[in-house]
T-cell receptor
Framework: DAGVIQSPRHEVTEMGQEVTLRCKPISGHNSLFWYRQTMMRGLELLIYFNNNVPIDDSGMPEDRFSAKMPNASFSTLKIQPSEPRDSAVYFC???????????????FGPGTRLLVL | RKEVEQDPGPFNVPEGATVAFNCTYSNSASQSFFWYRQDCRKEPKLLMSVYSSGNEDGRFTAQLNRASQYISLLIRDSKLSDSATYLCVVNPSGSGGYQKVTFGTGTKLQVIP
């Protein structure tokens, strides 16, 4: 069974350019998360979707960041315009949420390594 | 105070040694706790959940101390393959019931031959 799929795996871009990261969650999972990981701040939750609906976007750094989930099998995280401080590893994770405080596992994709010059 | 705090390490231990990590959390109402493992340049993966009664999986033992608000991970008979960063994860209750977990910044373990 395929795990969480992310693309691209690596992205190098110049400041000011638009960056789009893509994620395909595990089939059947109803929760999707976007995280950002840096050495300084560790793993930070950016946004959480449940049943394709954004539930919590309080972690989105600023208006330059936006995320969509048009259907259960696809999500995008867009940065426009990108800045050097956006350089990080961006992970997408999915899980099956059962409607209560749970112990279900979050399954992470391999991540996208973003470098903004 | 951070929601979840871990000693970043690194913990350098010889093969066969026993090593323990602690992780403290600030929200006393937290209900779910996990340890994830992250290998270098890889994604985090669930190592084990932490239950109130504690749990053991082979060489790994996880414990929860609610009174002192910390969880621990004990690794016995360390193997070279245990070298990784171990992330403490806490799900605070009262967050609308969904899985807004908080990750610690991780403790790096290096097992030395």
């Amino acid at each position: 069974d395929a795990g969480v799929i992310q693309s691209p795996r690596h992205e190098v871009t110049e400041m000011g350019q638009e960056v789009t990261l893509r994620c395909k969650p595990i089939s059947g999972h109803n929760s999707l998360f976007w995280y950002r990981q840096t050495m300084m701040r560790g793993l930070e939750l950016l946004i959480y979707f449940n049943n394709n609906v954004p539930i919590d976007d309080s972690g989105m750094p600023e208006d330059r960041f936006s995320a969509k989930m048009p259907n259960a099998s696809f999500s995008t995280l867009k940065i426009q315009p990108s800045e050097p401080r956006d350089s990080a590893v961006y992970f997408c994770a999915s899980s099956l949420y059962g409607g209560r405080v749970i112990k279900e596992t979050q399954y992470f994709g391999p991540g996208t390594r973003l470098l903004v010059l | 105070r951070k929601e979840v705090e871990q000693d970043p390490g690194p913990f350098n231990v010889p093969e066969g040694a026993t090593v323990a990590f602690n992780c403290t959390y600030s929200n006393s109402a937290s209900q779910s706790f996990f340890w994830y493992r992250q290998d270098c340049r890889k994604e985090p993966k669930l190592l084990m959940s932490v239950y109130s009664s504690g749990n053991e999986d082979g060489r790994f033992t996880a414990q929860l101390n609610r009174a002192s608000q910390y969880i621990s991970l004990l690794i016995r008979d360390s193997k070279l393959s245990d070298s990784a960063t171990y992330l403490c994860v806490v799900n605070p209750s009262g967050s609308g019931g969904y899985q807004k977990v908080t990750f610690g910044t991780g403790t790096k373990l290096q097992v030395i031959p």
